[in-house]
């Protein structure tokens, strides 16, 4: 089976557009066979112009990685794919050591604008007022006292199953309940 001409034109303007190929075009020949060859099935099957460069973009990519990793110009990373340099020990010598420099970071201290602090108490209010009427309405679940503990004096899960003769489970659930609630109410 052969190629049509418009086939192989729109194979080789994927291969050139490819970030892959920059630095790599004297692997054009075997990118392009491989390409061929993977994509000879895909070609004469697919009709829709759209869907065929789109499924070409895919091999061309495939077909250039498998190149790249054979001729030993791409290692795997656990990110992707890094192209291999091969360095010479001259070089390496010639880098300034960086072993004894010290970097020193500043903190920075981004202080609060006078209406993100108002919006803030305002969101806070209208959580514990949204607090405040749940508890109300199930007062035998203890949602009050439990968002006091929590996230007004910090106490951990268990600190607050202590506290309230209850269970960390219990204390996890009634928690993540009441915050479906406060958010349910908030919308």
């Known amino acids: 089976m052969e190629l049509e001409q418009d086939k192989i034109d729109l194979i080789e303007r994927i291969i050139r557009n490819d970030r892959k190929f920059v630095n790599n075009e004297d692997l054009y020949d075997d990118f392009f066979n491989e390409t061929c060859k993977r994509s000879m099935l895909i070609v004469q099957t697919v009709t ?45 010598s010639e880098l300034p050591d960086y072993s004894s420099m010290n970097v020193f970071y500043l903190p920075m201290d981004i202080q609060d604008t006078p209406e993100d602090l108002a919006v803030k108490k ?12 749940i508890d109300k309405e199930f007062p035998e679940e203890k949602y009050l006292q439990l968002y006091c503990l929590r996230y007004e004096k910090g106490l951990t899960q268990i600190k607050i199953a202590q506290k309230l003769n209850l269970s960390q489970s219990e204390v996890s659930k009634r928690l993540f309940k009441l915050m479906g609630k406060v958010k349910q109410a908030l919308e």
């Open 48 to 92: 829709s112009d759209a869907t065929l460069e789109a499924y070409l973009k895919k091999i061309a990519t495939t077909s250039i990685l498998n190149v790249l990793k054979s001729e030993g110009r791409l290692r795997r990373t656990q990110s992707g794919f890094a192209p291999v340099k091969n360095v010479s020990l001259e070089t390496v």
């Open 122 to 133: 305002d969101i806070l209010q209208r959580i514990v007022d949204t607090v405040c009427d």
